[in-house]
T-cell receptor
């Protein structure tokens, strides 16, 4: 069974640009969550999607948004990038019913 | 407001000995706890979990203990191996009615475990 796949693995963007990250969950998993990892703040929850609906949201500005498609694949978008958005962005999937979350390898975003 | 805390930034252990990683939480609504292992620039790897209805769960060399009254959990690794060297994260979740919180994990800051040969 394939794991959680995130693309791209690495990305360099300029301040003010926008970026879209992609996540393909484990087959059969309907829940996809996104996390941001930075050295100062650790792993922080961004949002969760389940059956194409945002089910939960963390404390991030509206520049961070996401969506989920009917095949459970999810995308995360960050608009008007700031230097502080440089981080490892992680996606996790689970069945959506009280089970463990499995993480992808992450996308390393660098904003210059 | 740090709801999940791992107060030891690092731990150094000799190969073959026991590693004990600790985690404290403040939110009494948390009812499911997980431990993840992480290498730099990679995603966390799930190790073991425990529901709040239990006080112990074992899986091979890994055992997690939960003390609900103290709001404390610990991960024991016996025996420790050099390959266990990584950052260990404790995470907690609230299982709300209708599954509204299942995907949201609150993480501790992590503990760097180094196992010396």
């Amino acid at each position: 069974k394939a794991g959680v796949t995130q693309t791209p693995r690495y990305l360099i963007k300029t301040r003010g640009q926008q970026v879209t990250l992609s996540c393909s969950p484990i087959s059969g998993h309907r829940s996809v969550s996104w996390y941001q990892q930075t050295p100062g703040q650790g792993l922080q929850f961004l949002f969760e999607y389940f059956s194409e609906t945002q089910r939960n949201k963390g404390n991030f500005p509206g520049r961070f948004s996401g969506r989920q498609f009917s095949n459970s694949r999810s995308e995360m978008n960050v608009s008007t990038l700031e230097l502080g958005d440089s981080a490892l962005y992680l996606c996790a999937s689970n069945t959506g019913v009280n089970t463990e979350a499995f993480f992808g390898q992450g996308t390393r975003l660098t904003v210059v | 407001d740090q709801q999940v805390k791992q107060n030891s930034p690092s731990l150094s252990v000799q190969e073959g000995r026991i590693s004990i990683l600790n985690c404290d939480y403040t939110n009494s609504m948390f009812d499911y706890f997980l431990w993840y292992k992480k290498y730099p620039a990679e995603g966390p790897t799930f190790l073991i979990s425990i529901s709040s209805i239990k006080d112990k769960n074992e899986d091979g060399r890994f055992t997690v203990f939960l003390n609900k009254s103290a709001k404390h959990l610990s991960l024991h690794i016996v025996p420790s191996q050099p390959g266990d060297s990584a950052v260990y994260f404790c995470a907690a979740r609230v299982s709300g009615a209708g599954g509204t919180s299942y995907g949201k994990l609150t993480f501790g800051q992590g503990t760097i475990l180094t196992v010396h040969p």
